[in-house]
């Protein structure tokens, strides 16, 4: 079955990078896009970004500059690196996967990892 | 980018009742809008999708409807696992925004 699940340290020190990881299993990272979204505590879902079956990436704007999402398809990863933390990067980032394969101009989430919380504090 | 403004931001009912939750998109988004319900500590779980389209598993008292840029979820008959956050979701184009959410308590 389908099945995502985010890694990765839970405290991360203020101007340092973050680094997660997505395991993935039960489809193909070539057929399906993924996406991250975080949620600070509190507070509401924002989408971070996503790579997409062809390997293509899309990035929100706000993050674009401090944000990169890449894969290893052959070990079904995915992997977001985000610099220059600061205490309001401080949520549950929650990797995703597109509802629909890569035929389809669409996107919506229908299976989610159970989330990781990250801290950034000194 | 689109900006996806939702309302109410909280709502209290009672079991049994019937509620609607509104999103409005900043430009017309076509029907590509999805619903999420999400229950505190829990990931965030697809409700609908293509703005009325139910994804499998949903009860069927949870309904969506709407075109171009506003978009309503009605929810008939609460019941008591409704009570929870439900967010809407452009999913026409990066950056593929959410509204702020609508918190659905108990009244």
């Known amino acids: 079955q389908v099945q995502l699940k985010e890694s990765g340290p839970g405290l991360v020190q203020p101007s340092q990078t973050l680094s997660l990881t997505c395991t993935v299993s039960?489809?193909?990272?070539?057929?399906?896009?993924v996406h991250w979204v975080r949620q600070p505590p509190g507070k509401g879902l924002e989408w971070m970004g996503g790579?997409?079956?062809?390997?293509?990436?899309n990035y929100n704007s706000a993050l674009k500059s401090r944000l990169s999402i890449c894969r290893d398809t052959s070990k079904s990863l995915v992997f977001l690196k985000m610099n220059s933390l600061q205490t309001e990067d401080t949520a549950i980032y929650y990797c995703?996967?597109?509802?629909?394969?890569?035929?389809?101009?669409?996107?919506?989430?229908?299976?989610w990892g159970q989330g990781v919380m990250v801290t950034v504090s000194s | 980018d689109i900006q996806m403004t939702q309302s109410p931001a909280s709502l209290s009912a009672s079991l049994g009742e019937t509620v609607t939750i509104e999103c409005l998109a900043s430009?017309?988004?076509?029907?590509?809008l999805a619903w999420y319900q999400q229950k505190p500590g829990k990931s965030p779980q697809l409700l609908i999708y293509?703005?009325?389209s139910l994804h499998t598993g949903v009860p069927s008292r949870f309904s969506g409807s709407g075109s171009g840029t506003q978009y309503s979820l009605k929810i008939n008959s609460l019941q008591p696992e409704d009570f929870a956050s439900y967010y809407c979701q452009n999913g026409l184009s990066a950056p593929l925004t959410f509204g702020s959410g609508t918190k659905l308590e108990i009244k």
């Open positions: 039960g489809f193909s990272l070539t057929d399906y896009s």
């Open positions: 430009e017309d988004i076509y029907d590509i």
């Open positions: 293509d703005a009325s």
């Open positions: 790579i997409w079956g062809n390997g293509n990436t």
């Open positions: 995703t996967r597109d509802l629909r394969g890569i035929m389809y101009t669409s996107h919506y989430f229908d299976y």
